[in-house]
């Protein structure tokens, strides 16, 4: 149903937000239903109420919720729309689930031009719609000029859990595999050659990609014998894992000639003097197997699109420091730490 | 990935390892400094340590610019940064350095200086171009291999007549450090050197070439192998290293010979010496004040030079008195010697600058290679 008593006809092309948009007046539901509806399009949100209700499956449900800020907004292989609901739709996913619904959440900069903000959310309602997701619910603030860096977007998601599944970091155990889904380190790099004082000619796209179809054939594959799973964004696989060795009280060895990195990616932070082990990902993940059926787990992600250069790049350890340890393809070894201070700001 | 791969094969790794151990002669220890953090760096990064016998041991130098620059130095940039008609430009790697009482410039950034991280020169030219109503200042730090890109600078700003640009200059000389640290009494047992050679600079040679050196080998009877930046060149540099020591020779020999000509680059060093003179003496961390170490600018670039366009002080800065990056950077004790590695100094929270950038060997033996101190301890407890 459609309020038209409010609709004037947004300057798309010329237009741009000002600070009306956000007074909670006509202008804003101008706004909302002349844009983020179009591109959103959903039976809950035709209703126009402040919330919507949606019927609850018996069984677990999950929900996480997430902001971005990145920088720049538009980047090779997305932008931040696409990103928010990508991400948020990983972060559901991480945890075995199916993901359902987002609600999303807009932090607008006065001035900010109406034909960028419908790009971003027509990035956004393809990328639910292509994910089977739906934004069902959202809010739109408006801040003056300066007080926000274009825009920032937040999205809330939930999801629902097969009976059975309770993947934690604390699950994972001495022996067990580490998977990773494919080449880290792409949207990192990706997002670093359009910065402004970088800008490098590189053909690396961002991963930037929404992976639950992926986990559900995981999931089939190994069950509850998927330990745990994460998607190693900001600070990448080396935090990811940092993070999984304190939280299971063990240690992990890997082999550094069995993680995938693209040469062009490997190239990049050569010159940039980053360790891709560190540079975001928005379309991977890494999962601790149980041995016994991590090369079944490892065969259905190869078979996945999103997981064809899937690898088993190495194993949980006893240690009681909670250290990531690395053969390297030198023939010598080092830790895997975490990052320190900030490599790259708002890459997300 | 091309022209790098070749130089990290593993195989030839281990054929150079074995060639290492084979003459390396057990009776005896050989004890090497790789001056440049950049070799620190790869030796860390690699696990070279692993490939080598016992008795062939690294000892970390001092050649990490941001490690050696004083407190007081990262002291008068943050006074600087605070007025506020200044935008400081600076690499990453000094944002953390830590100054007087808990200060940085990261600090001073939140508190609302304007500080902003540069890759290259040309950036602080573009930032200056842009801001023409505010004074934009270069913090300048590095050897001779990032002296050349500010001399560049200014010449541009000279040419582009930009009257709100200049530098904090920082600059420092490779050869001055290498004579300080033979001559340094604690380094110096009688008659010889603690140290049986050193891995020269690589990227500064290319610059200077390898004359400099040939006159430190000669006076200290120290062998001097210049090596590449990539692990193979610091393992063919080693066993150049050990041949030399067995030999008895103490020669300047060049490894890097597909980037360091024994002239150096020309071009370069004319930049600088267009641009800059030396100082009398310069304050380095840990190796105190040396003659002849420093670079300022000539007279005739005087308006670009922040110290007098600023009056800029330098004040006394006390360091903290457990911190030993001082005897650290001369090679005498390793990061594990001192108290407070690893317990309140690490990277997040560093007391010295040999915990901040990735050259320094307290950062590049914490985020490698500490794993190894856990097996050793553990290896004398059982």
Redesign the interface.
Same mark, same amino acid.
């Given at each position: 149903m459609r309020v038209k008593s409010y609709q004037r006809k947004l300057d798309i092309k010329n237009g741009c937000v000002d600070l009306s948009h956000g007074s909670g007046g006509r202008a804003t539901t101008q706004l909302v239903l002349g844009l983020f509806h179009e591109a959103f399009g959903n039976e809950w949100l035709a209703r126009c109420n402040d919330q919507s209700a949606f019927g609850v499956r018996s069984g677990r449900m999950v929900m996480t919720t997430d902001s971005y800020v990145v920088s720049p907004l538009f980047f090779p292989g997305g932008n931040i729309g696409s990103l928010a609901v990508h991400g948020t739709i990983n972060d559901v996913a991480m945890a075995g689930a199916r993901p359902l619904y987002l609600a999303a959440s807009f932090i607008i900069e006065e001035g900010f031009r109406f034909s960028e903000l419908k790009a971003v959310a027509d990035s956004m309602g393809a990328a639910a719609r292509a994910a089977g997701v739906h934004i069902i619910t959202g809010d739109t603030k408006v801040v003056e000029r300066g007080k926000a860096d274009g825009l920032f977007i937040s999205t809330t998601g939930i999801g629902v859990l097969a009976a059975g599944l309770d993947l934690s970091a604390e699950r994972a155990t001495i022996g067990d595999r580490v998977l990773v889904s494919g080449s880290l380190g792409d949207h990192g790099v990706a997002i670093m050659s359009r910065r402004q004082n970088l800008a490098f000619q590189i053909d690396i796209v961002s991963d930037s990609a929404a992976l639950h179809d992926l986990v559900a054939v995981m999931v089939a594959a190994g069950g509850a014998d998927i330990r745990v799973m994460r998607d190693p964004t900001r600070g990448g696989l080396a935090a990811t894992l940092n993070e999984i060795a304190h939280q299971s009280s063990l240690g992990f060895r890997l082999q550094e000639e069995a993680i995938p990195v693209k040469p062009a990616v490997a190239a990049a932070c050569e010159l940039l003097g980053l360790d891709p082990l560190h540079v975001a990902n928005e379309g991977k993940l890494v999962a601790i197997v149980a041995p016994d059926m991590a090369d079944a787990v490892l065969a259905a992600m190869k078979a996945h699109p999103l997981g064809c250069d899937a690898a088993d790049i190495g194993e949980a350890v006893a240690d009681h420091h909670h250290l990531v340890q690395m053969s390297t393809s030198f023939g010598g070894g080092r830790i895997v730490d975490w990052l320190s201070g900030e490599q790259l700001p708002r890459i997300c | 990935?091309k022209y =790098?791969d070749e130089f990290?094969d593993?195989t030839i790794?281990?054929g150079l =390892?074995q060639a290492i151990g084979t003459e390396a002669d057990p009776q005896r220890a050989y004890r090497f400094m790789e001056f440049c953090g950049g070799h620190t760096h790869v030796i860390? %990064?690699?696990? #070279?340590?692993? #490939?080598l016998p016992a008795n062939v041991r690294m000892i970390h130098g001092p050649g990490c610019p941001v490690c050696v620059l004083p407190t007081s130095r990262i002291d008068m940039a943050i006074r600087l940064a605070a007025r506020p008609q200044v935008t400081l430009c600076v690499y990453g790697d000094l944002? %953390?350095v830590p100054g007087s009482q808990g200060q940085s410039l #990261?600090r001073a950034r939140a508190l609302g200086a304007d500080i902003r991280m540069?890759?290259?020169t040309l950036?602080a030219i %573009?930032i200056a171009e842009q801001a023409l109503d505010q004074e934009v200042v270069f913090f300048a730090i590095g050897f001779e291999t990032t002296t050349p890109p500010t001399a560049v600078m200014i010449r541009l700003a000279k040419k582009k007549r930009l009257k709100n640009l200049s530098v904090f200059c920082n600059h420092v000389l490779t050869p001055p450090a290498m004579q300080s640290i033979l001559e340094s009494p604690d380094i110096r047992t009688v008659g010889r050197a603690e140290i049986d050679g050193f891995i020269g600079p690589a990227h500064v040679s290319a610059i200077i070439g390898t004359e400099p050196y040939g006159r430190l080998a000669e006076q200290f009877g120290e062998p001097i192998v210049i090596a590449g930046f990539e692990?193979l060149d610091v393992m063919q540099a080693i066993l150049m290293l050990v041949r030399q020591v067995n030999d008895g020779r103490f020669e300047v020999e060049n490894q890097y010979s597909r980037a360091v000509r024994r002239e150096g680059n020309h071009r370069a060093m004319e930049e600088v010496s267009n641009v800059f003179g030396l100082r009398d003496q310069f304050e380095w961390r840990g190796l105190g004040l040396i003659p002849d170490s420093g670079l300022k600018l000539k007279r005739a670039y005087a308006k670009f030079d922040a110290e007098m366009r600023f009056v800029m002080h330098e004040l006394p800065a006390a360091d903290n008195p457990a911190c030993e990056c001082g005897a650290i950077l001369r090679g005498v004790k390793r990061p594990v010697d001192c108290k407070l590695f690893g317990t309140v100094c690490?990277?997040?929270t560093p007391t010295g600058s040999c915990m901040v950038s990735?050259e320094g060997a307290c =950062?590049a033996h914490?985020?490698?290679?500490?794993?190894?101190d856990?097996q050793v301890r553990r290896a004398s407890c059982e």
């Amino acid at each position: 149903m459609r309020v038209k008593s409010y609709q004037r006809k947004l300057d798309i092309k010329n237009g741009c937000v000002d600070l009306s948009h956000g007074s909670g007046g006509r202008a804003t539901t101008q706004l909302v239903l002349g844009l983020f509806h179009e591109a959103f399009g959903n039976e809950w949100l035709a209703r126009c109420n402040d919330q919507s209700a949606f019927g609850v499956r018996s069984g677990r449900m999950v929900m996480t919720t997430d902001s971005y800020v990145v920088s720049p907004l538009f980047f090779p292989g997305g932008n931040i729309g696409s990103l928010a609901v990508h991400g948020t739709i990983n972060d559901v996913a991480m945890a075995g689930a199916r993901p359902l619904y987002l609600a999303a959440s807009f932090i607008i900069e006065e001035g900010f031009r109406f034909s960028e903000l419908k790009a971003v959310a027509d990035s956004m309602g393809a990328a639910a719609r292509a994910a089977g997701v739906h934004i069902i619910t959202g809010d739109t603030k408006v801040v003056e000029r300066g007080k926000a860096d274009g825009l920032f977007i937040s999205t809330t998601g939930i999801g629902v859990l097969a009976a059975g599944l309770d993947l934690s970091a604390e699950r994972a155990t001495i022996g067990d595999r580490v998977l990773v889904s494919g080449s880290l380190g792409d949207h990192g790099v990706a997002i670093m050659s359009r910065r402004q004082n970088l800008a490098f000619q590189i053909d690396i796209v961002s991963d930037s990609a929404a992976l639950h179809d992926l986990v559900a054939v995981m999931v089939a594959a190994g069950g509850a014998d998927i330990r745990v799973m994460r998607d190693p964004t900001r600070g990448g696989l080396a935090a990811t894992l940092n993070e999984i060795a304190h939280q299971s009280s063990l240690g992990f060895r890997l082999q550094e000639e069995a993680i995938p990195v693209k040469p062009a990616v490997a190239a990049a932070c050569e010159l940039l003097g980053l360790d891709p082990l560190h540079v975001a990902n928005e379309g991977k993940l890494v999962a601790i197997v149980a041995p016994d059926m991590a090369d079944a787990v490892l065969a259905a992600m190869k078979a996945h699109p999103l997981g064809c250069d899937a690898a088993d790049i190495g194993e949980a350890v006893a240690d009681h420091h909670h250290l990531v340890q690395m053969s390297t393809s030198f023939g010598g070894g080092r830790i895997v730490d975490w990052l320190s201070g900030e490599q790259l700001p708002r890459i997300c | 990935m091309k022209y =790098a791969d070749e130089f990290r094969d593993k195989t030839i790794a281990q054929g150079l =390892a074995q060639a290492i151990g084979t003459e390396a002669d057990p009776q005896r220890a050989y004890r090497f400094m790789e001056f440049c953090g950049g070799h620190t760096h790869v030796i860390s %990064r690699y696990g #070279l340590d692993d #490939l080598l016998p016992a008795n062939v041991r690294m000892i970390h130098g001092p050649g990490c610019p941001v490690c050696v620059l004083p407190t007081s130095r990262i002291d008068m940039a943050i006074r600087l940064a605070a007025r506020p008609q200044v935008t400081l430009c600076v690499y990453g790697d000094l944002m %953390r350095v830590p100054g007087s009482q808990g200060q940085s410039l #990261l600090r001073a950034r939140a508190l609302g200086a304007d500080i902003r991280m540069v890759y290259s020169t040309l950036d602080a030219i %573009r930032i200056a171009e842009q801001a023409l109503d505010q004074e934009v200042v270069f913090f300048a730090i590095g050897f001779e291999t990032t002296t050349p890109p500010t001399a560049v600078m200014i010449r541009l700003a000279k040419k582009k007549r930009l009257k709100n640009l200049s530098v904090f200059c920082n600059h420092v000389l490779t050869p001055p450090a290498m004579q300080s640290i033979l001559e340094s009494p604690d380094i110096r047992t009688v008659g010889r050197a603690e140290i049986d050679g050193f891995i020269g600079p690589a990227h500064v040679s290319a610059i200077i070439g390898t004359e400099p050196y040939g006159r430190l080998a000669e006076q200290f009877g120290e062998p001097i192998v210049i090596a590449g930046f990539e692990p193979l060149d610091v393992m063919q540099a080693i066993l150049m290293l050990v041949r030399q020591v067995n030999d008895g020779r103490f020669e300047v020999e060049n490894q890097y010979s597909r980037a360091v000509r024994r002239e150096g680059n020309h071009r370069a060093m004319e930049e600088v010496s267009n641009v800059f003179g030396l100082r009398d003496q310069f304050e380095w961390r840990g190796l105190g004040l040396i003659p002849d170490s420093g670079l300022k600018l000539k007279r005739a670039y005087a308006k670009f030079d922040a110290e007098m366009r600023f009056v800029m002080h330098e004040l006394p800065a006390a360091d903290n008195p457990a911190c030993e990056c001082g005897a650290i950077l001369r090679g005498v004790k390793r990061p594990v010697d001192c108290k407070l590695f690893g317990t309140v100094c690490t990277p997040e929270t560093p007391t010295g600058s040999c915990m901040v950038s990735s050259e320094g060997a307290c =950062a590049a033996h914490w985020t490698y290679g500490r794993g190894r101190d856990y097996q050793v301890r553990r290896a004398s407890c059982e």
